[in-house]
């Protein structure tokens, strides 16, 4: 299950501290390990003392919760947030996002950008000003007929087992598809997790004309997350976020991590 060791990128911006307070929340929860992590470019002095006084920002915001604090010297955020978390063994990445983006909602810098599209570990983007909750109150993760979604549902099953939450499978219907096929499809799946795990997970099927009105027809709760597989395009064991799955992330009310292809 992810979240046995979580890696913040942090900056002093909102989106830091959105993500700063997230990746503690899950830690507080799983047990795991957490490691709060400012990069900064080569060459650059004074950017390097720079990001040890970020890093001195957020143990102040943290507190007393236990956490180790890294500055990285790389040439992009992303690129060394993945190669970071590769090195320590972090199994998540959690970012927030960009400056600009209305209340509850993501938008995705060049940070997250990067890390959506070539992270070897799983990648969780936090929406502006989010709140998180005493603990997770839903597991949903975003199905489609597909070998990467087929896995997620046995490994995201297992995670919602082991913390005891519901598990919800949602399937998009935007009214190009077979709709008798998508729940077909959706009923398998639920099978599976029940197969794998023992779970009796929920199924919905979002309908509306693009992938955002189908999002708000939906219902979110306070501690939701939603979880979206790795597209099919996406090398072995990296994130690759394909083009509907982009558009249900900044659409999304709560955070939404995103497995590497092949996540086990």
């Not at 990128?9 to 795991?32: K, N, S």
């Not at 929406?127 to 990467?148: E, F, M, N, S």
């Not at 008798?180 to 099978?191: E, F, Q, Y």
Request: proline letters at 6%; glycine letters at 10%.
């Amino acid at each position: 299950m992810i979240g046995e060791h979580v890696i913040v990128g942090y900056t002093t911006d909102p989106g830091g501290r959105d993500a700063l307070a997230l990746g503690a929340a899950i830690t507080r929860v799983t047990g795991g390990e957490l490691t709060v992590a400012t990069i900064y470019p080569p060459g650059s002095p004074g950017l390097a003392v720079e990001a040890q006084a970020n890093l001195a920002d957020a143990a102040e915001e943290l507190g007393p919760a236990p956490a180790e604090y890294i500055t990285y010297e790389s040439r992009g955020a992303g690129r060394g947030l993945s190669v970071l978390a590769s090195r320590i063994r972090a199994d998540l990445i959690v970012v927030g996002s960009s400056d600009g983006r209305q209340h509850g909602r993501i938008a995705i810098g060049s940070t997250s950008n990067h890390l959506l599209h070539l992270s070897s570990e799983a990648v969780l983007v936090t929406p502006a000003h989010y709140i998180p909750a005493d603990g997770p109150d839903r597991l949903t993760l975003a199905y489609v007929h597909r070998p990467q979604c087929d896995a997620a549902v046995e490994r995201v099953a297992q995670a919602a087992l082991r913390l005891g939450v519901p598990l919800r499978l949602i399937t998009f219907d935007l009214r190009t598809d077979d709709r008798v096929k998508l729940r077909d499809d959706l009923a398998l799946a639920v099978r599976l997790a029940w197969e794998t795990t023992g779970i009796e997970a929920e199924s919905e099927v979002a309908e509306g004309h693009d992938v955002t009105a189908a999002m708000a027809k939906v219902e979110w709760l306070p501690g939701e997350l939603l979880v979206c597989a790795a597209s099919e395009d996406a090398q072995p064991h990296r994130v690759f976020l394909g083009e509907v799955s982009m558009k249900m992330l900044r659409a999304s009310p709560c955070p939404v991590t995103v497995l590497p292809r092949g996540f086990s």
